[in-house]
């Protein structure tokens, strides 16, 4: 199993990202993809999240309205459109995924991607 997590860069507050990752490996859809960040100083948190199975999600409230997560199923890959960025959205996000059922939490998380850093500066 492997994910390739692709997208990250400077942006000035208020602009726009997209973060790619793109998996493969994977056997049935018994399990749900997303990302996860981190910020310097910070404990690695839950960003967003989707269901391989029934594209359900969920976004952690800091980002609701302003992230959207998406999947490609013909190309395997999970995107996250990250708009209206602020400062405090600065962090390397990782893709992840974790087994269908359990929290999105970094404790249940079965597979990583290498993360890619996301500045958000003026």
């Known amino acids: 199993v492997q994910l390739q997590a692709s997208g990250g860069g400077s942006v000035q507050p208020g602009g726009s990202l997209r973060l790619s990752c793109a998996a493969s490996?994977?056997?049935?859809?018994?399990?749900?993809i997303g990302w996860f960040r981190q910020a310097p100083g910070k404990e690695r948190e839950g960003v967003s999240c989707?269901?391989?199975?029934?594209?359900?999600?969920y976004y952690t409230d800091s980002v609701k309205g302003r992230f959207t997560i998406s999947r490609d199923n013909a190309k395997n890959t999970v995107y996250l459109q990250m708009n209206s960025l602020k400062p405090e959205d600065t962090a390397v996000y990782y893709c992840?995924?974790?087994?269908?059922?359990?929290?999105?939490?970094?404790?249940?998380?079965?597979?990583w991607g290498k993360g890619t850093l996301v500045t958000v500066s003026s």
């Open positions: 490996g994977f056997i049935g859809d018994y399990y749900v």
């Open positions: 992840a995924t974790v087994p269908a059922g359990n929290y999105w939490s970094p404790t249940g998380v079965n597979y």
């Open positions: 989707i269901s391989a199975r029934d594209g359900s999600t």
